[in-house]
């Protein structure tokens, strides 16, 4: 009988069911259309009424909202302001194929503005290393190591996800889901999923700048329903706080290696099963200019061009003139990973004390054609 009466107590409480809640994520669209010094006050006001109730937000800029903050100190200096109080700030596209097409686009299109890479660049002017973005036309303009993804839209399907690795446009990324609200009877449906998903999901929401300016209740109804059932926040993360801490492609054992102590090196590539004892190579480079092997025709110099024309590590090289001087290669294993020891370092590591070594790691298809460009690992070489 006592176990009958705990399970009605249960039915009938369903918050007291519940050991722990699951993440929660809330993503703001910067629309590239729509960017303004009054729309930015508009975010203003949206960030200050998320600070209120201890929500942190995913801030997705379009690029022009770049030229807003530029042309404007206190705005450009809201940024770290955000960022200190728990909010992250990434990068938000519309791709050719979108109505308000945003002018970048890696297709060759006479019309464009720029490519990805030049995309990336200008929102790096204002947000440093981008970490993040919900960028569209992904699988042809994904740009070159930006490592998380936020995706979805219209439809309930998309509310709960779970972090999932995915390469796209041959990046490795970690990718997690949201639903577009739009009007308030949708937040019923959050709340819902809220109660009903798992403790390892993620209850994801977005919503553009201009759908709070038109409604702030369409946001605070739900912010005010997390706060009373989370006051401190704990389980409301953004993008970095749900996905950063997931394996990337490639790691390093060391972030630090000691020359002097002949310590070794362990490179791990993990492709989370997507390539399975397919080919890869490791690349290294180390920064700094070396007269007589930069570009001038090495073996290791023609890897380093050949993996330039086609602009996929571009950034991965510190300086334009770094050396190659390393390239390991095997296969991964069955699950799609592979271990490796960078051995002989102690004969490089006086020329290279003080210097940083990046490693990168490409996955091969039969073919020979390039299916994964990972991560960049970064190792000093202290003396
Ligand atoms: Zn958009």
């Not at 009988?1 to 369903?14: G, I, T, Y």
């Not at 050991?19 to 009054?38: G, I, N």
């Not at 960028?135 to 995706?151: G, I, K, Q, S, Y």
């Not at 024309?309 to 334009?320: A, G």
Request: hydrophobic share 45%.
């Amino acid at each position: 009988m006592r176990n009958c009466f705990a399970l009605l107590l249960l039915l009938a409480a369903p918050n007291f069911a519940r050991a722990q809640f699951p993440d929660t994520l809330f993503v703001v669209h910067c629309e590239f259309q729509k960017a303004s010094p009054q729309a930015w006050l508009d975010l203003r006001a949206m960030v200050n009424d998320a600070n209120a109730r201890n929500v942190k937000l995913s801030i997705e800029l379009g690029h022009s909202w770049v030229d807003v903050a530029l042309a404007n100190a206190p705005f450009a200096a809201d940024i770290n302001i955000w960022r200190q109080q728990g909010h992250a700030l990434g990068a938000h596209h519309h791709g050719v194929t979108h109505p308000d097409f945003d002018g970048y686009t890696d297709t060759l299109l006479p019309a464009r503005v720029g490519d990805m890479t030049a995309f990336k660049e200008k929102m790096e002017t204002l947000l440093g290393e981008l970490q993040f973005g919900g960028l569209d036309e992904a699988e042809t303009d994904w740009p070159c190591l930006v490592p998380m993804r936020t995706m979805g839209g219209i439809g309930s399907v998309n509310i709960v996800s779970e972090p999932s690795f995915a390469t796209v446009n041959h990046y490795p990324v970690w990718q997690i889901s949201h639903m577009y609200i739009q009007n308030i009877a949708e937040i019923i449906l959050l709340k819902n999923a809220h109660q009903n998903a798992l403790s390892s999901q993620v209850v994801g929401a977005v919503t553009h700048v201009w759908n709070y300016a038109a409604d702030p209740a369409l946001c605070t109804d739900w912010w005010d329903y997390l706060l009373s059932i989370d006051p401190l926040g704990v389980n409301n993360k953004t993008v970095p706080g749900v996905l950063a801490l997931q394996t990337p492609a490639l790691a390093s054992s060391h972030t630090l290696i000691n020359a002097s102590s002949g310590e070794q090196l362990k490179l791990t590539i993990n492709t989370q099963y997507l390539f399975p004892n397919q080919p890869y190579h490791i690349l290294f480079s180390a920064s700094g200019v070396d007269v007589g092997y930069d570009l001038a025709g090495s073996g290791t110099d023609s890897i380093h061009l050949s993996l330039n024309i086609d602009r996929l590590t571009r950034k991965s090289y510190l300086s334009p003139n770094s050396l190659v001087f390393y390239d390991t290669a095997g296969n991964l294993d069955a699950t799609g990973v592979a271990e490796g020891q960078l051995v002989g370092l102690g004969a490089l590591a006086a020329r290279l004390s003080g210097r940083t070594i990046s490693a990168q790691a490409l996955v091969m298809n039969i073919a020979g054609d390039i299916d994964l460009v990972s991560n960049v690992a970064s190792i000093i070489i202290i003396p």
